[in-house]
């Protein structure tokens, strides 16, 4: 099977870099399946889930974006976020604590941090594409 390289940088420093047999990043519209052979495609991201599986179709890294951009061709996706966390490495409680927090606040600053908040508790829960 092909498999199409795959970078994901934060605005820190290069996050993950290596083959994919395939990347599912949440587009602006709807969650976009990247594999080998990909048209050309540029996309906004809203906050939510990249994962990267190998050639055998097993997940390899799950990643939470808060937004950003993808780029992808036929022979790569490179994924521009905004920030980037390792999903197992979130914890719902803090994340729960958070939202508490966010919600009695007023401004828009607090509202686009909720919808981040959210975002995040709704990957930590989601059992979709873990396993295709």
Request: net charge negative; with cysteine; aromatic share 6%.
């Amino acid at each position: 099977m092909a498999t199409i390289s795959f970078d994901l940088v934060s605005p820190e420093n290069l996050i993950f870099n290596d083959k994919a047999g395939m990347i599912i990043v949440p587009g602006k519209d709807g969650d976009l399946g990247v594999l080998p052979g990909h048209s050309k495609v540029m996309s906004s991201l809203r906050p939510g889930r990249v994962m990267v599986y190998g050639e055998d179709k097993n997940l390899l890294k799950a990643f939470f974006v808060s937004g950003g951009f993808a780029e992808i061709n036929p022979e790569k996706c490179i994924v521009l976020a905004e920030s980037v966390v390792e999903l197992n490495t979130l914890e719902k409680s803090l994340i729960e604590k958070e939202i508490q927090d966010l919600e009695n606040e007023e401004n828009k600053k607090s509202k686009e941090k909720l919808l981040v908040a959210n975002a995040k508790l709704e990957a930590i829960d989601a059992k979709f594409y873990d396993k295709i």
